[in-house]
């Protein structure tokens, strides 16, 4: 079974700071992998996703995520960090290409942004 | 568009009541999802559905049913509620697949406490 493992729950950065929230996963087959963002109170957003194809990956709100192979790994990096990137954002993979697309989650990490 | 709607928003639920969770989206996506987010964790898929009368389990569906009568309605029923079953539940729907990794797109979430 794919999983996916999110290194830290919790991050804080200065505004204007460097972004960077880890995510690694498992899967046996070239996965689907996405970030997800979930502000307060409300349902998850779509930021980016990797299919096929380039392994940088550009998103919204100037997020980008890139595709590591040899090091299974998807990290989403922001160059410089905004008060309303603040959020809890969440790393999935997904298990199977025919049908139903099931996501499986990482258990998401809490970004601060510190004024 | 409205999107994804959830409805109750909250609820509280004694041991052993039932209640059903509505979901509905108009978007005329063909797959529906029902997750499942605990504190400090991912979302898990309770059950799925790849269109009207079509349902199959997740990775955590027992305590819980589904039917898909319409392609906008996914409603999820809990018969007999337990403390374990307190959690945030999250609707959500996409397209098929059709070569690529298709955005799930989520509802605002039903908050819900078992006491």
């Known amino acids: 079974a794919q999983s996916v493992t999110q290194l830290g729950s919790h991050v804080s950065v200065s505004e204007g700071a460097l972004v960077l929230l880890r995510c690694n996963y498992s899967?046996?087959?070239?996965?689907?992998l996405f970030w997800y963002v979930q502000y307060p109170n409300q349902g998850l957003q779509l930021l980016l996703k990797y299919t096929t194809g380039a392994t940088l990956v550009k998103g919204i709100n100037g997020f980008e995520a890139e595709f590591k192979k040899s090091e299974t790994s998807f990290h989403l990096t922001k160059p410089s960090a905004h008060m309303s990137d603040a959020a809890e954002y969440f790393c999935?993979?997904?298990?199977?290409?025919?049908?139903?697309?099931?996501?499986?989650f990482g258990q998401g990490t809490r970004l601060t942004i510190n004024p | 568009n409205a999107g994804v709607t959830q409805t109750p928003k909250f609820r509280i639920l004694k041991i052993g009541q039932s209640m059903t969770l509505q979901c509905t989206q108009d978007m005329n996506h063909n797959y529906m999802y029902w997750y499942r987010q605990d504190p400090g964790m991912g979302l898990k898929l309770i059950y799925y559905?790849?269109?009207?009368?079509?349902?199959d389990k997740g990775e955590v569906p027992n305590g819980y049913n589904v039917s898909r009568s319409t392609t906008e309605d996914f409603p999820l029923r809990l018969e007999l509620a337990a403390p374990s079953q307190t959690s945030v539940y999250f609707c959500?729907?996409?397209?098929?697949?059709?070569?690529?990794?298709?955005?799930?797109?989520f509802g605002p979430g039903t908050r819900l406490t078992v006491l």
């Open positions: 899967s046996s087959v070239p996965p689907y």
């Open positions: 559905s790849v269109g009207a009368g079509i349902t």
């Open positions: 999935a993979v997904s298990e199977g290409f025919q049908g139903a697309q099931k996501l499986v």
């Open positions: 959500a729907s996409s397209l098929p697949l059709s070569g690529g990794a298709n955005e799930q797109f």
